[in-house]
């Protein structure tokens, strides 16, 4: 099984444009992914720049609408994952709460859907 | 609720226990006895945590609780003063020393980890021993779950791993990382005992089930924790790309009703390109320049050619027959020419292909082996020898185990 673990900073909706995280997390961040990898689970990960930097395309009425970024009135915004393998969620769990974050910041644990995992006439659809 | 609580504690256990028995087993010199104070830990665990909740560090927690055990029990066997003195001091070290990620702590678990990978994999052990104690002891798997794995009963598995322990303890082997000359040799065993968990999930011997990806993904996980440990082995390397990009295909090679999908035949758009990335990573670490190709990273190469081929069309089969090639020479084995054969014939027609299966049908080791015949029907087909070729692939269906692969040939035979 794979599961996301989706980082929500703290008020990452107002986050600057060159935000960046500080030597003291980064390192901390990096001890903790040798922790995953060392223990075979790491798959991959990526860090995501603040949303003041994304582009929103929202669909409405069958039209593609395209509005950069700040949007203040957004919360919990992601800014980064890690990419696991784990025997079930609990341990995908485990592995989140030894994450180094910082007070107040969410991780989301959510597990990869598997094609397997859809009725027969949507496989079907996808080919399978 | 107590559920959620116990099952927390499994997935505590499932990431710490290979450290903790490894740890313990260092100073106790006995896997077995690690592994019994290991599971006491785990007893103290599912009676208090449930009311407590999980300690903010459960693997000092366990570690500390499986050690006081320890202690008690030298202490009632009265064993000697000195053993106990020793244990002790190590108790009252590791207590001192934070947990935390301190590199001296660090090399040590590294260390013990690796001796455990060793001990478990020892070759006074059967293949099958060696398979059941390292799921159990570096895995992390339960009985129940090795023995649903392999589809044999419990109790087997239990038997299997109670004389392995007492297979390492008479043999007083000892618990250590081989060094030297010694050290090849023992880590072909891990590496052999690693890719047959792989093999028995990528394409099951028994059962219904053509594949069974969670043992796939066990061995996965422990050939990365391996790579990690002695990183400069690149045969380590090796292996873990050749799994890697093999499951990439995992769920490609399954059509909807279960059946088996071969490789030309598969949509490469559903292989997995994390795992490739990840396998192409590995096999750079594996293929350092100027060094020799070891088995494992020869086949990792080869996966790599149809892993890099976007079509079926561009795979480079030249290069797959040169690298078959140079795996028949260094580790020569029926299979490996039977694959030669597959590879000759796709890269310059089924006669050269025929050539080479020809020469292996009166091998003992393949009399059963329903490969064979399936190959050779795949070449005589296409040189238009539709009868005979219908009748290997007959016979082929006769010799598999695997009910899935069995309709998949009867197919085949139908179609010739």
Known sequence: MRFMMLVIPKAYENAKADFVPSAELVAKMTKYNESLTKAGVLLGLEGLTPPVRAARVKFSGGKAKATDGPFTEAKELVGGYWMIQAKSKQEAVEWATRAPMLDGDIIEVRQVQEIEDFPEDVRKAAGR | ?416
């Not at chain 2, 794995?149 to 081989?178: C, D, G, W």
């Open chain 2, 1 to 416: 609720m107590a559920s959620d609580a116990h099952r927390a504690i499994e997935a505590v256990w499932r990431i710490e226990s290979a450290r903790l028995i490894a740890g313990l087993a260092r100073m106790v010199g006995d896997v077995g006895v690690a592994e019994d104070l290991a599971q006491d830990a785990l007893v103290a665990a599912l009676e208090q945590w449930p009311a407590s909740g999980v300690p903010d560090n459960p693997g000092a927690w366990l570690m500390t609780t499986a050690k006081r055990r320890g202690i008690d029990q030298l202490r009632r066997k009265q064993m000697l003063e000195r053993k106990h003195a020793e244990l002790g001091t190590e108790l009252e070290a590791r207590q001192e020393t934070a947990p935390d990620l301190d590199a001296a702590i660090d090399d040590q678990i590294g260390d013990d980890l690796l001796s455990l990978i060793f001990t478990a994999c020892h070759p006074v052990l059967t293949t099958e021993a060696r398979t059941a104690l390292t799921l159990r002891l570096l895995g992390g798997l339960t009985t129940e779950e090795i023995a649903r794995a392999f589809l044999v009963p419990t109790a087997t598995i239990a038997q299997r791993i109670v004389r392995a322990k007492r297979t390492l303890a008479a043999a007083r082997v000892p618990f250590e990382v081989p060094r030297g000359a010694d050290l090849g040799a023992r880590l072909a065993s891990v590496l052999e005992v690693i890719y047959l968990v792989f093999n028995e999930g990528y394409s099951a011997t028994a059962g219904d089930e053509w594949v069974r990806p969670a043992l796939c993904e066990d061995a996965l996980r422990l050939g990365r924790i391996l790579a990690e440990l002695v990183p400069q082995e690149p045969e380590v390397h090796g292996l873990v790309a050749l799994m890697e990009i093999q499951a990439s295909r995992l769920r490609a090679r399954v059509g909807p009703a279960g059946e088996p999908i071969l490789l030309l035949d598969q949509d490469r758009a559903r292989w997995d390109q994390l795992l490739v990335r990840r396998g192409l990573a590995a096999l750079d670490r594996a293929a350092a320049p100027g060094g020799a190709y070891g088995p494992y990273t020869l086949q990792a190469a080869i996966a790599a050619c149809h892993a890099r081929a976007l079509t079926p069309e561009e795979t480079d089969w030249t290069r797959i027959t040169a690298l078959y090639d140079a795996l028949a020479q260094l580790a020569p084995s029926p299979i490996v020419e039977l694959n030669r054969a597959v590879a000759y014939g796709m890269a310059f027609g089924p006669s050269p292909g025929l050539e080479i299966v020809d020469a292996l049908t009166s091998e003992p080791a393949l009399k059963d082996y329903h490969l064979l015949p399936a190959v050779r029907g795949d070449l005589l087909k296409k040189l238009g020898r539709f009868a005979e070729a219908r009748a290997e692939f007959e016979r082929a269906a006769s010799l598999t185990h695997n009910a899935r692969e069995r309709a998949l040939l009867l197919a085949r035979a139908a179609q010739a």
